[in-house]
């Protein structure tokens, strides 16, 4: 598989990405921001972690408005596959290819641990090696990690099983991790095509992490 | 011409700063205060003369770039 991953100023997970999907057997190539055209057959587009241009603004606001952008709107709308990982998820949803938004954590603070999340819907090809209510134990780090998404947009979320993972403890019940609705972690868009997340699977990859639970994750891309 | 932009939070939703400034006026004693709200202001210098074309050029920065509409509200002050 191809994948593509995009760098801005200031992301600073792409080679760790890079890192996991070659792990996993998967051709990277770290994409430019200044680029306008995304590698040739490029079948799966990661937006990795960081702080692009320094959340100036807010998280990802200046990120979907870079050169790179329409190129990712083209990807996006003819289908192809696009995973937003912590700032990749901001930058996704500030480009309105997701809905909701990001709003900074309730208790104010940079949250860096490790979160349990549970799987809610396997019905696409990132969460397809899992079951419902299956649990996962993923690195968390952001500062503005507490989704939003108002009443309606909650219904129709729910009503298209986009809500993917949410925040849980390790008995599986949903808990406030940063004061999202829900306790949203990840969702996907209607066609299943997007996916984000603020969670880190990229840095769930070996022993000596947290869990190897994010190679299951990213290896849903990969298996057929 | 200069072309002022205030951006809040929506109603209703957590403005996690002015949370805590609040807390921290009570903690001094300013126990009458019942809300703080958080704004950003952003100062425009812009080319245009005409009032009608800045405030629809501004609009249009604030739908696109300055303000994010699902959480943010922004005013338009034309100095």
């Not at chain 1, 808990?175 to 095509?193: D, E, L």
Request: proline share 3%.
């Amino acid at each position: 598989m191809k994948v593509a991953v995009l760098q801005f100023l200031c992301t600073n997970c792409e080679y760790d990405t890079q890192y996991a999907f070659e792990k996993l057997g998967a051709k990277v190539q770290i994409v430019w921001h200044q680029n306008t055209n995304l590698p040739q057959n490029t079948q799966l587009l990661v937006i990795a972690g960081g702080f692009s241009y320094g959340d100036c603004l807010r998280s990802g606001a200046i990120a979907k408005v870079s050169p790179i952008m329409k190129a990712v709107v083209n990807f996006a709308q003819q289908g192809g596959l696009i995973l937003g990982i912590c700032n990749g998820f901001q930058i996704l949803l500030e480009a309105g290819l997701l809905p909701g938004a990001m709003r900074h954590n309730d208790s104010l603070r940079f949250i860096s641990k490790p979160s349990t999340l549970k799987i809610i819907n396997n019905n696409n090809i990132f969460l397809k090696l899992f079951n419902p209510n299956d649990t996962v134990r993923i690195p968390c780090a952001h500062a503005e990690g507490n989704y939003y998404i108002n009443k309606t947009g909650l219904s129709s979320l729910k009503k298209n099983n986009q809500i993917l993972l949410t925040y849980c403890n390790e008995q599986g019940q949903e808990i406030n991790f940063n004061g999202s609705v829900q306790s949203i972690a990840g969702i996907c868009n209607a066609k299943r095509n997007i996916f984000g997340l603020m969670p880190h699977p990229e840095r769930a990859m070996d022993k000596f992490c947290v869990s190897c639970d994010g190679i299951k994750m990213l290896q849903g891309f990969l298996s057929k | 011409m200069k072309v002022e932009v205030q951006i809040t939070f929506k109603d209703g939703i957590l403005d996690p700063q002015g949370k805590v400034i609040k807390h921290s006026l009570h903690s001094l004693g300013f126990s009458s205060i019942k809300e703080v709200k958080i704004s950003k202001n952003i100062i425009l210098e812009l080319e245009e003369t005409n009032s009608q074309k800045a405030q629809s050029q501004v609009k249009s920065m604030c739908e696109k770039l300055l303000a994010n509409t699902v959480i943010e509200d922004y005013k338009i002050k034309l100095a």
